[in-house]
C-alpha cells in the first residue's frame, strides 16, 4: 500500500472520497473524466519529484493560506504528502539541519524537483535586503531555481513584485521570472494566492510531467482564464444598471453592483467567483467589498485608488483624475480657439469699418460724379 | 481641358467641373459619406463611453441600461472601424485630393511655403494663404494625429473587448496590448482619447468656419456637396 493509502486511511477518508476528489480537480483544470485515475495514480505514487518551498519578501500570506485548514480534506493532505521536503516556516527543522536537508534534495533530485516560491525577490543594493544563512535571496533563487524542473510562483509577489514592488519599490523588488527567464515559471498570483490552485498546478504536473496552459502573464488558463466580471453573481445589476453607490447605501444591502465603487472585476482574471475562498465558502466581492485586482501584473500599483475605477496620474502636484485631465484638455482646446476666434474678430472688426468706410467714400464718390455730369 | 463630370477621372489639373461654372469636383461620395459615418459614430461613442465610464443613470430610468449602452458602444465602434478602415483604403485608392498623393511634401519648396503661410496665417503673422483645393497643410497634420488617434483607440477598443475572452481570435490579434501597458492603464487610455477627440472637434469646427469664411474655399460646404469653387486664375 503506498504511503499516500496510509495516510488517508489514519485520517478515516475512503478511496471513493478520494476518486471524488481528484475528479472534482479534473473538473478545475479542464481535463476529461477520464483522466481521474490518471490524476490518482500521478498522486498516490511514492516516486514523485519533492517540492522546496521558499519565502522571501512576503507577509507569509500564501503559506497562511496553504496551512488554513480547520479540517484536513483530500487536498490539504495531498499537499502534506507532496510538498513539505522543505519549507523554511513550517518544517521542524532549523539552521544547519535545514540547510542540509534542502541541499540534499537538489543534488538528489537535480532538475526534477519542484521549487515553489513565495514573496518577492528584492535585487536591489545587490540583494542585501533579503539574506538566508548568509546568502542573498538572488543567489539562492537562482540556484534552487535554476536547479529545479519547474517552478512555481506563488502569490502576486513572486509572481510579478506584488506590493514589495509597489512605488516607489525601495528595495528593487521583482518576480521570479524577472530573475530566471529561461526557466517555466507558472505564475500563481493572487493576494494570496488560492491554494486550491496550487493543488490543482501540481497535481497536473505531476500527472502530465508538463506545466498547464499557460496565458501570456504565465498564469496556468484553468485558473486564469475568465474574467472575474464575467463570472460575478453581481453582473446581472452590472448590466441592468443598479449599483451601490455609497457603503451601506439600500444597493449595498441588496447585493447590486460594485462597480461605482472601485471594482476591478472588469481588469482581474482569477477564478474567485467559481471556487471561492475557506472551502468554497465566500469572496471578496460575495462579501460586499470590490475586487482590488490582485492577481493582475502591475497590482499594487496599477489597480490603485482602490475605490476609483481608473488609476490617477501622479506628477501634477496632486494627483489628477482621469476626469480631471480630460476636463483640462477640452478646457484647453476651448480657450486656444476661443481666444483664437476672439482676436479674428477683433481684427474682422477694424477691416470691416475700413472697408465700410471705403464704401462710402467710394458711393460719395459715385453721387459727387453724377452730380457733376447733372450740371 | 476636358469638360467632364466624371469624378473618378479627377486629377489636380482635371478636376471635374459643375454645371454651375467655375466649380470643381473635390470630396468624392465616399469620402463624405466616411466623414458622416465618423461623426456620427464619434457622437454616439462619446455617448454611451462617458456612460461606461460614470453610469449616471440607472436601472430606475431604464432597465437593462448599461447592457444596452454596452451593446450600442460595441456596435458603434465595429462601424467606426469600417469606417476608417475604408479611409484607410481611400487613402490608398482613392481619388487625388483624398489620398497619399496629395500629403504635403517637405522637399519640396513650394509645398513648405505653402505650409508656413497657412501657420502663420493660424498664428496671426500673416494674411495670405494660397488658395488651395484639397486640404491645407496644417489641417492635414491635424487629421494625421487624429486618425493615429483613431487606430489607438479601435485598437484599445477591440482589445478591451477580448478581454472578455482570452481564447478568442480577437484576443490573439490585440491581446499583445496588455504586454505593453497594463490593462487599467488601457482603460484610462481609452477614456483620455475621448477628451483629445473632443479637443479636436473645437478645433475642426472654428477652423473650418474660419477658413469658410476668410478664404471664401466653400470648406463648409463642400463635405456636403463634394464641390469646391475654383479660384485659380
Ligand atoms: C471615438 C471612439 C471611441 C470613444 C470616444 C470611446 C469612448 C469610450 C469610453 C469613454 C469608455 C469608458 C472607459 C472607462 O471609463 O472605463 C469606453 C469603453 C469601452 N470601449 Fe470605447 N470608445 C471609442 C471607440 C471604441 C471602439 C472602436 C471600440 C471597439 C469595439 C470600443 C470598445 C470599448 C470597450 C470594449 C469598452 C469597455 C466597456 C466595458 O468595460 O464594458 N470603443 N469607450
Ligand atoms: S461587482 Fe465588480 S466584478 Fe462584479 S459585476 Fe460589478 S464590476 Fe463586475
Known amino acids: 500500500m ?14 471513493r472520497s478520494f476518486l471524488k476528489y481528484c475528479s472534482s480537480l479534473g473538473a478545475l483544470l479542464a481535463v476529461p473524466a477520464a483522466m481521474t485515475p490518471k490524476i490518482a495514480a500521478a498522486i498516490e505514487n511514492d516516486n514523485r519529484p519533492p517540492v522546496i518551498w521558499m519565502e522571501f519578501q512576503s507577509c507569509t500570506g500564501d503559506t497562511e493560506s496553504l496551512l488554513r485548514a480547520n479540517r484536513p480534506s483530500v487536498g490539504e493532505l495531498i499537499l502534506d504528502h507532496i510538498s ?26 537535480k532538475g526534477q524537483y519542484i521549487c515553489i516560491v513565495e514573496g518577492s525577490i528584492p535585487a536591489g543594493a545587490d540583494g542585501v535586503y533579503c539574506t538566508i544563512a548568509g546568502q542573498t535571496a538572488v543567489d539562492i533563487l537562482r540556484k534552487v531555481g535554476g536547479n529545479a524542473g519547474v517552478i512555481i510562483a506563488v502569490g502576486s509577489c513572486s509572481s510579478y513584485g506584488g506590493l514589495p514592488a509597489a512605488y516607489p519599490n525601495p528595495t528593487g523588488a521583482v518576480g521570479v521570472s524577472d530573475l530566471l527567464p529561461n526557466k ?23 500527472t502530465f510531467g508538463t506545466p498547464p496552459a499557460m496565458d501570456r502573464f504565465g498564469r496556468p488558463k484553468f485558473a486564469y482564464g475568465k474574467r472575474i466580471h464575467d463570472n460575478c453573481e453581481r453582473r446581472g445589476h452590472f448590466d441592468a444598471g443598479q449599483y451601490v453607490e455609497n457603503w451601506g447605501d439600500y444597493g449595498h444591502r441588496q447585493g447590486w453592483c460594485l462597480y461605482k465603487m472601485g471594482c476591478k472585476g472588469p481588469e482581474s482574471f482569477h477564478n474567485c467567483p467559481t471556487l471561492r475562498w475557506n472551502e468554497g465558502l465566500s469572496w471578496p466581492v460575495m462579501a460586499g467589498h470590490g475586487c482590488v485586482g490582485c492577481s493582475e501584473p502591475g497590482f499594487f500599483d496599477t489597480m490603485m485608488p482602490m475605490y476609483q475605477r481608473l488609476p490617477n496620474v501622479p506628477g501634477f502636484g496632486v494627483e489628477a483624475s482621469a476626469l480631471k485631465i480630460g476636463a483640462a484638455i477640452v478646457g484647453t ?42 450740371k | 481641358m476636358a469638360e467632364s463630370t466624371n469624378a473618378t477621372l479627377t486629377t489636380p489639373e482635371q478636376p471635374a467641373e459643375c ?15 466616411i466623414h458622416w459615418v465618423n461623426f456620427f459614430c464619434i457622437i454616439v461613442l462619446s455617448v454611451t463611453g462617458y456612460f461606461i465610464h460614470d453610469p449616471f443613470m440607472s436601472a430606475a430610468q431604464h432597465p437593462y441600461i448599461m447592457g444596452h449602452m454596452r451593446h450600442i458602444h460595441y456596435v458603434a465602434g465595429v462601424l467606426f472601424a469600417v469606417s476608417i478602415l475604408a479611409r484607410l483604403y481611400w487613402f490608398l485608392g482613392g481619388s487625388y485630393y483624398a489620398s497619399w498623393r496629395a500629403i504635403p511634401n517637405p522637399f519640396n519648396r513650394k509645398d513648405r511655403e505653402t505650409f508656413w503661410a497657412y501657420f502663420r496665417f493660424y498664428i496671426f503673422l500673416g494674411q495670405k494663404t494660397p488658395h488651395l483645393l484639397g486640404h491645407n497643410p496644417v489641417a492635414f497634420c491635424a487629421y494625421t494625429l487624429l486618425f493615429l488617434l483613431f487606430f489607438l483607440q479601435i485598437l484599445t477598443g477591440f482589445a478591451l473587448w477580448a478581454q472578455a475572452d482570452p481564447g478568442s481570435t480577437l484576443y490573439a490579434v490585440t491581446g499583445w496590448v496588455f504586454g505593453l501597458v497594463s490593462n487599467q492603464w488601457v482603460r484610462w487610455f481609452h477614456f483620455m482619447v475621448m477628451f483629445l477627440v473632443a479637443g479636436f472637434v473645437i478645433n475642426h ?29
Request: hydrophobic share 40%; glycine share 6%.
Open chain 1, 333 to 374: 482646446s476651448a480657450a486656444i480657439f476661443g481666444a483664437h476666434g476672439a482676436v479674428t474678430l477683433a481684427r474682422n472688426w477694424k477691416q470691416v469699418r475700413e472697408a465700410k468706410e471705403e464704401t462710402r467714400e467710394e458711393i460719395q464718390q459715385t453721387i459727387d460724379a453724377d452730380s457733376d455730369a447733372d
Open chain 1, 184 to 206: 517555466t515559471v507558472i505564475n500563481l498570483p493572487g493576494c494570496p494566492m488560492n491554494v486550491d490552485n496550487l493543488t490543482g498546478t501540481i497535481v497536473h504536473y505531476l
Open chain 2, 205 to 233: 469646427l472654428y477652423s473650418v468656419v474660419l477658413f469658410d469664411f476668410k478664404t471664401k474655399s466653400g470648406e463648409i460646404s463642400s463635405i456636403f456637396s463634394g464641390w469646391k469653387p475654383d479660384h485659380r486664375d
Open chain 2, 19 to 33: 454645371a454651375a461654372r467655375r466649380f470643381l469636383y473635390i470630396w468624392e461620395g465616399p469620402v463624405r459619406i
Open chain 1, 84 to 109: 513539505l521536503d522543505y519549507h523554511e516556516t513550517v518544517m521542524a527543522a532549523a539552521g544547519e539541519q535545514a540547510e542540509a536537508s534542502k541541499h540534499a534534495t537538489m543534488e538528489k533530485y
Open chain 1, 2 to 15: 503506498s504511503d499516500f493509502r496510509e495516510l488517508l486511511d489514519s485520517h478515516n477518508i475512503t478511496r
